[in-house]
């Protein structure tokens, strides 16, 4: 009986044996639970704009033939350290570039360099993504390369923007300062110098475009700018008015059709001869006497017509008269002779006589002032 008892557990040892049981199944629950949640653990999805590599040991695997999955879900990938996803953003991406501008730092002034040796500054926005099309090999191969080479899209914003000085260096050095000031530089050779960039070193990313948001001369360039700016819309503006001007005196000169004349004159004062100068006075002689001359030149071209018209009545009258007189001379020339005197004196009384002078003399002589009708005679 002793026996019995001594070998008998005590009531603490059931406890302890019971206490250890239920932990023991507890843990092994829990185990099991974990292990679940470990598995599961590799379930994800891919949002909109995004897609997802799934990387197992090291490697990129397929996920049904395609390395890149796409947006949606859910997918399933063993545990990690097995396997991991890793997200890759495929959204439109920007970087600025105002590394330019002119700032005050260590007592140095920073700035571009144009074609012409002129300082200005200017701020680009660049604008790239990670090219995936799915449509060509190439295009599903460029996640892959971004991964590879890239790694981080912070990393991607640093190498484009590093390039983009490059290239937005290299293009202002052959820009003058008037095309880069009226915002005239050449984006498309910055646009292809940096996917050109892109390509050679793999990245996967395209450049999608390149702006530029500022462009203008150095801050405290601004003045002799504005100095010359001013200079030129002066400059443009006496230009503007020395034409309307010149425009002016030809059209009252010639008339509209003045330059006619004008490329008519040039190439007789460009040593036309022989002839062309020939050809070309006579068409200027033809012009001037054609209806198409206006102006002052017109007036005086009618004016010397109508004076030479006159002119020749007048001497044909008179070459009229004198034949009459030599005939008339010559049937009866005392007649002719009086009938001529007859004519002058009564031209002379027929005036209106205003002062009569007897001045005193040994010889006595007439004076008839005629008044303005004197000249008449």
Not at 136 to 146: A, E, H, L, W, Y
Request: glycine share 6%; hydrophobic share 40%; net charge positive.
């Amino acid at each position: 009986m002793n026996k019995l008892s001594k070998h008998k557990p005590s009531a603490s040892f059931v406890a302890l044996t019971n206490a250890l049981s239920a932990c023991l199944w507890v843990l092994k629950h829990l185990m099991f639970v974990m292990l679940i949640l470990f598995f599961l653990s590799g379930i994800f999805w891919v949002e909109e704009g995004t897609i997802a590599l799934r990387i197992r040991l090291g490697k990129i695997c397929d996920n049904n033939g395609h390395p890149v999955i796409q947006p949606g879900g859910p997918y399933f990938a063993l545990p990690d350290p097995i396997e991991k996803h890793i997200i890759i953003p495929c959204g439109i991406q920007t970087v600025s570039v105002d590394a330019f501008n002119l700032k005050k730092q260590d007592n140095l002034f920073r700035g571009l360099l144009t074609g012409d040796k002129n300082l200005v500054q200017g701020q680009w926005n660049i604008s790239f993504a990670v090219g995936f099309d799915p449509k060509t090999d190439d295009g599903i191969k460029n996640p892959i390369r971004f991964i590879k080479n890239m790694e981080t899209m912070d990393r991607a914003r640093f190498i484009v923007k590093q390039a983009a000085e490059r290239a937005i260096v290299h293009v202002t050095a052959q820009t003058s300062v008037d095309d880069f000031i009226r915002g005239k530089e050449n984006h498309h050779v910055i646009h292809q110098m940096i996917q050109a960039e892109m390509d050679a070193i793999q990245t996967g990313l395209t450049i999608r475009s390149v702006s530029q948001k500022s462009y203008g001369p150095p801050g405290h360039l601004k003045y002799e700018f504005q100095a010359v700016n001013r200079a030129e819309s002066q400059k443009a503006l006496k230009i503007e008015e020395a034409k309307r001007l010149q425009s002016m005196i030809l059209t009252q000169a010639a008339g509209r059709n003045y330059p006619i004349i004008i490329r008519a004159i040039h190439a007789l004062e460009e040593g036309a001869d022989g002839p062309q100068k020939n050809a070309l006075t006579e068409k200027l002689r033809q012009y001037f006497l054609s209806d198409a001359l206006g102006g002052m030149a017109a007036e005086i071209m009618n004016s010397a017509i109508t004076y030479r018209t006159r002119t020749l009545e007048n001497i044909l009258s008179a070459v009229d008269r004198f034949n009459r007189l030599v005939k008339q001379d010559q049937e009866n020339s005392q007649i002719l002779r009086n009938r001529i005197t007859q004519d002058c004196i009564e031209q002379i009384f027929s005036q209106e006589v205003k002062t009569i002078v007897i001045p005193k003399s040994e010889r006595h002589h007439l004076y008839l002032d005629l008044g303005k009708d004197i000249s008449r005679f």
